[in-house]
């Protein structure tokens, strides 16, 4: 193969090439060589979309090869590209590696000038047709090659069928298409100051680079990043002949899956438009047709498409997402792709192929992306609340959501970055739309069918969907909609139940989503396979309960000063700081000793047999206190008010000093962690006293119990040591004749760089690190958190400075490496030293890969991302293997 070759019939190609020819390309070439009925066409290779970047211009000799390959289709088609009497017509479309569903642009029916538009008029004997036809080539070359919004082509289109009173595409005559061309092509010369190209092949030059500049527009690129695919892929062009579904009754177009992409159940999902072009189903335009319709209106089409979707999914071995188009009773086959799906369907079809022995339970295991079961434990509509129902659209994609209605996506960005929470209110959504679903609660449009570009978009992300909900009229520009006599306007809170499909007015009671029978048999398998344990972050009893219902093996992290937040307990706790003396703070811990030893009991019996790692305070004192600005202006507002001097106001001038006096100028890095129970020995004792009395209690009741106590913030080796010693000190005195039936662990979170680099020197004090991957990662990179993702973060992954946010994904090059010290540095003197992290990054699947990758023994994340952990840790073993840990896994 030479080196410069870029353009791939698709008899040339395979499934195998798909990192050249895109996957549209790749399976295109597939379905011709297995001898399915596909149009001919060829690939415009990545190749050349990479070359066309780094010139800016088409590559050298790529445009004799498309001649070449528009040769091979006319020979195919007996047709004559820019012919006068039966012109061919050719499609081209985008094809990235990876699937990105309608992010790139699409240009149909070129090939189509004021010439040969009659030679077709005359070909199919139908002039509706052919000048339909070529109304939306104009359109779609406006706005894809000269960057018109569709706005402007859709307000002519209206205004048309207001003209001519009808509501349909297909009933508008033949010469209101002239005339709707005429204003078309006006439109381009006033807005692009261009005129539309009369010659054929300036128009597929043209088209072919505007395709290549799509895989840089705003969508794709927000696409790419939400779903982390390379922008170096580049994306293929596929130059295919025209079918057309839109040349009578005899025709159509659809897209079909061949599993319920919702549900995952085995049946024939879809849906198709009869006289329509493929865009017209996609986008929403119009509502279809459910697919078993088709077997009514043309059953042999029917039959040959359940056949051609049967051994499609057998071939490619997993359920797949197929667009086709009817001509003249005739079906060919568009595309063919690994369907999108909800998180609840890709478990059921993942189950479902293994007990059909199409996978193995390795390669379902690896399917799942685990990111998407964040989603399973999706909420639902407590059956008991009372709704406003107002009407009933398709239930495109489940789970339920309130949320205040907005009329476009730019608006639902504003207001999710004030805060708020949104549901995105659209006649149809389109490609340009994903800023706003990306950031709504769920989904709502008016029109368009369950695999619309609305219903596609959500199911991928999560999101709750409901589509074609003809009961509400939306008008955009007055930002409002109405359902039967009611208007809801922007603002205004409503609620979808994608599983229904019902639209509520209000806000609605949610309940939890249970675990389903497939989410359970993948965790089983992925237990079976994992090496890493997996725990959760937990701070009550309710929590850890939750916590051992989603399989964790232990708490990770349990942080105490959540406890100390309740309008019960405050009080307390700032009696303590605020107290003047050793005798007065004693007192106010005596107080608090048995509140916190009634949650530790709890949790205790809720994790009985399982370990659970207990982190001393570690906030500093002053974020118990009350907000010093509200301080001073109430004292504002006494002094005016009050004549004379109070013993309130007295008081009040006492807790602003005390709070004054506390003030740190970065409290991050002040009076916090182990240095608080340095300087205040007598808090972390009473913690440590409420510690192992729970356990001693649950000791009695026959509770097994493995507490493990973990000193935060060390920094030296001296703190680690100091504070152990008021452990075992404690511990010893508590438990007395019971410590040898309860072994108890002292470990240290690793959140500061030098602890990292000096773990030798530690780890003779610690049973086990624990790292806190947030603060490492704050003070690795020096950034604020609150305000470095306020502020600049987002600008940081768009620029390509940094390749995530690190607060998200474990950055390996600097916070990796200091952890892969600290374990190797660690275990040089103890060697069964046990590892884990337990900041947010324990739920993340790449952070995951790298635990299982250094070596660590577990990975510590929130209660209901413990599904998600378990199966990434069980994809890490199958990708990465065994690697050597210092203790036995898998605590059970």
């Known amino acids: 193969m030479a080196a410069n070759k870029y353009v791939f019939n698709f008899q040339e190609g395979n499934l195998g090439m798909k990192r050249l020819l895109g996957g549209k390309g790749a399976n295109l070439a597939e379905m011709t060589v297995v001898g399915l009925p596909v149009p001919p066409g060829f690939t415009v290779t990545t190749d050349a979309c990479r070359a066309y970047y780094n010139a800016l211009s088409l590559p050298d000799g790529l445009m004799k090869e498309v001649a070449n390959g528009v040769k091979g289709i006319e020979l195919q088609k007996s047709q004559l590209f820019g012919n006068a009497e039966d012109p061919l017509l050719v499609s081209v479309r985008s094809g990235s590696v990876s699937s990105m569903p309608g992010m790139m642009d699409t240009i149909l029916n070129l090939g189509l000038t004021d010439i040969t538009v009659v030679g077709l008029a005359k070909a199919t004997n139908n002039v509706s047709f052919a000048y339909d036809c070529y109304r939306r080539l104009i359109q779609m070359f406006g706005n894809v090659v000269f960057g018109i919004e569709s706005i402007y082509f859709e307000k002519l289109l209206h205004q048309l069928k207001r003209e001519l009173q009808v509501e349909q595409d297909q009933d508008v005559t033949a010469e209101g298409w002239k005339q709707l061309i005429l204003q078309f092509k006006a439109c381009i010369e006033r807005h692009a100051r261009k005129s539309f190209p009369q010659d054929v092949n300036d128009q597929l030059k043209l088209a072919i680079e505007a395709v290549?500049?799509?895989?840089?527009?705003?969508?794709?690129?927000?696409?790419?990043?939400?779903?982390?695919?390379?922008?170096?892929?580049?994306?293929?062009?596929?130059?295919?002949?025209?079918?057309?579904?839109?040349?009578?009754?005899?025709?159509?177009?659809?897209?079909?899956?061949?599993?319920?992409?919702?549900?995952?159940?085995?049946?024939?999902?879809?849906?198709?438009?009869?006289?329509?072009?493929?865009?017209?189903?996609v986008a929403g335009v119009r509502t279809p047709l459910p697919i078993n319709e088709l077997q009514k209106e043309m059953p042999e089409v029917y039959s040959r498409l359940v056949s051609i979707a049967?051994?499609?999914?057998?071939?490619?071995?997993?359920?797949?997402?197929?667009?086709?188009?009817?001509?003249?009773?005739?079906?060919?086959?568009?595309?063919?792709?690994?369907?999108?799906?909800?998180?609840?369907?890709?478990?059921?079809?993942?189950?479902?192929?293994?007990?059909?022995?199409?996978?193995?339970?390795?390669?379902?295991?690896?399917?799942?992306?685990?990111?998407?079961?964040?989603?399973?434990?999706?909420?639902?509509?407590?059956?008991?609340?009372?709704?406003?129902?107002?009407?009933?659209?398709?239930?495109?994609?489940?789970?339920?959501?309130?949320?205040?209605?907005?009329?476009?996506?730019?608006?639902?960005?504003?207001?999710?970055?004030?805060?708020?929470?949104?549901?995105?209110?659209?006649?149809?959504?389109?490609?340009?739309?994903?800023?706003?679903?990306?950031?709504?609660?769920?989904?709502?449009?008016?029109?368009?069918?369950?695999?619309?570009?609305?219903?596609?978009?959500?199911?991928?992300?999560?999101?709750?969907?409901?589509?074609?909900?003809?009961?509400?009229?939306?008008?955009?520009?007055?930002?409002?909609?109405?359902?039967?006599?009611?208007?809801?306007?922007?603002?205004?809170?409503?609620?979808?139940?994608?599983?229904?499909?019902?639209?509520?007015?209000?806000?609605?009671?949610?309940?939890?989503?249970?675990?389903?029978?497939?989410?359970?048999?993948?965790?089983?398998?992925?237990?079976?396979?994992?090496?890493?344990?997996?725990?959760?972050n937990a701070d009550s009893p309710e929590d850890a309960a939750k916590a051992r219902e989603l399989g964790a093996q232990g708490i990770g992290l349990c942080r105490t000063e959540h406890m100390f937040m309740s309008a019960q307990r405050l009080p307390i706790v700032q009696a303590m700081i605020l107290a003047e003396s050793l005798v007065e703070r004693q007192s106010a811990l005596n107080k608090l000793l048995p509140m916190?030893?009634?949650?530790?009991?709890?949790?205790?019996?809720?994790?009985?047999?399982?370990?659970?790692?207990?982190?001393?305070?570690?906030?500093?004192?002053?974020?118990?206190?009350?907000?010093?600005?509200?301080?001073?202006?109430?004292?504002?507002?006494?002094?005016?008010?009050?004549?004379?001097?109070?013993?309130?106001?007295?008081?009040?001038?006492?807790?602003?000093?005390?709070?004054?006096?506390?003030?740190?100028?970065?409290?991050?890095?002040?009076?916090?962690?182990?240095?608080?129970?340095?300087?205040?020995?007598?808090?972390?004792?009473?913690?440590?006293?409420?510690?192992?009395?729970?356990?001693?209690?649950?000791?009695?009741?026959?509770?097994?119990?493995?507490?493990?106590?973990?000193?935060?913030?060390?920094?030296?080796?001296?703190?680690?040591k100091i504070l152990r010693e008021l452990v075992d000190h404690v511990a010893e005195q508590v438990l007395l004749t019971h410590k040898n039936s309860c072994p108890y662990k002292v470990g240290t979170m690793i959140e500061v760089p030098r602890a990292a680099l000096t773990a030798k020197k530690?780890?003779?004090?610690?049973?086990?690190?624990?790292?806190?991957?947030?603060?490492?990662?704050?003070?690795?990179?020096?950034?604020?958190?609150?305000?470095?993702?306020?502020k600049f973060l987002t600008q940081y992954v768009d620029q390509k400075l940094l390749a995530a946010n690190p607060f998200q994904v474990l950055?390996?090059?600097?916070?990796?490496?200091?952890?892969?010290?600290?374990?190797?540095?660690?275990?040089?003197?103890?060697?069964k030293l046990k590892t884990g992290i337990c900041g947010e990054h324990g739920g993340e699947r790449e952070s995951i890969f790298f635990c299982h990758e250094t070596g660590l023994n577990y990975v510590s994340c929130s209660p209901y991302r413990v599904p998600l952990a378990r199966i990434a840790a069980a994809q890490a073993k199958l990708v990465l293997g065994d690697q050597k840990i210092a203790i036995m896994p898998i605590v059970s």
């Open 212 to 281: 290549f500049r799509s895989w840089n527009n705003h969508r794709a690129q927000v696409y790419r990043r939400i779903n982390q695919i390379p922008d170096e892929q580049g994306t293929a062009v596929n130059i295919q002949a025209m079918v057309f579904g839109n040349l009578g009754q005899d025709c159509g177009t659809g897209v079909l899956f061949t599993r319920n992409p919702s549900t995952g159940a085995k049946v024939l999902f879809g849906e198709y438009l009869t006289n329509a072009q493929g865009e017209d189903v």
């Open 310 to 536: 049967e051994q499609l999914e057998l071939h490619y071995r997993d359920m797949q997402d197929i667009e086709f188009t009817v001509e003249k009773n005739k079906l060919y086959m568009l595309q063919t792709r690994n369907g999108k799906r909800t998180a609840q369907a890709a478990l059921k079809i993942g189950v479902d192929l293994v007990r059909e022995n199409i996978i193995s339970v390795e390669e379902a295991l690896q399917r799942v992306e685990v990111s998407h079961l964040d989603m399973l434990l999706h909420p639902t509509i407590d059956p008991e609340a009372k709704i406003d129902v107002v009407a009933t659209g398709l239930p495109a994609s489940p789970g339920a959501a309130s949320g205040q209605a907005v009329f476009d996506a730019d608006t639902a960005e504003q207001c999710a970055r004030a805060g708020k929470k949104v549901i995105l209110v659209r006649s149809e959504t389109n490609p340009e739309d994903i800023h706003g679903v990306l950031v709504a609660e769920g989904v709502l449009t008016s029109r368009g069918g369950m695999t619309s570009h609305a219903a596609v978009i959500a199911r991928g992300m999560g999101k709750p969907c409901v589509c074609g909900c003809d009961e509400i009229g939306v008008d955009a520009e007055a930002k409002q909609f109405t359902a039967g006599d009611r208007t809801i306007n922007e603002g205004d809170w409503i609620s979808i139940d994608g599983a229904t499909g019902r639209v509520i007015i209000g806000m609605v009671q949610l309940k939890e989503a249970d675990m389903s029978e497939e989410l359970v048999q993948m965790l089983e398998w992925a237990d079976g396979v994992r090496q890493l344990q997996v725990f959760a």
């Open 596 to 720: 916190q030893q009634a949650d530790f009991e709890g949790i205790f019996t809720a994790m009985a047999g399982l370990p659970v790692t207990i982190r001393l305070l570690d906030p500093p004192l002053h974020e118990f206190l009350p907000n010093l600005e509200d301080l001073v202006s109430r004292h504002i507002r006494m002094t005016i008010q009050e004549t004379e001097r109070s013993a309130e106001q007295d008081a009040l001038e006492k807790l602003i000093r005390k709070v004054r006096s506390m003030h740190e100028t970065n409290p991050m890095l002040g009076q916090r962690g182990c240095r608080l129970g340095i300087l205040f020995p007598e808090i972390y004792e009473m913690q440590i006293e409420a510690i192992f009395r729970a356990v001693l209690r649950c000791l009695e009741k026959g509770v097994t119990v493995l507490p493990e106590i973990m000193i935060p913030l060390v920094s030296h080796a001296n703190e680690l």
């Open 762 to 790: 530690i780890a003779p004090y610690a049973d086990f690190f624990s790292f806190g991957t947030n603060d490492l990662t704050q003070m690795t990179f020096g950034y604020s958190r609150d305000d470095a993702e306020g």
């Open 811 to 831: 950055d390996r090059d600097g916070v990796g490496q200091l952890i892969e010290l600290a374990v190797e540095r660690g275990r040089s003197v103890k060697p």
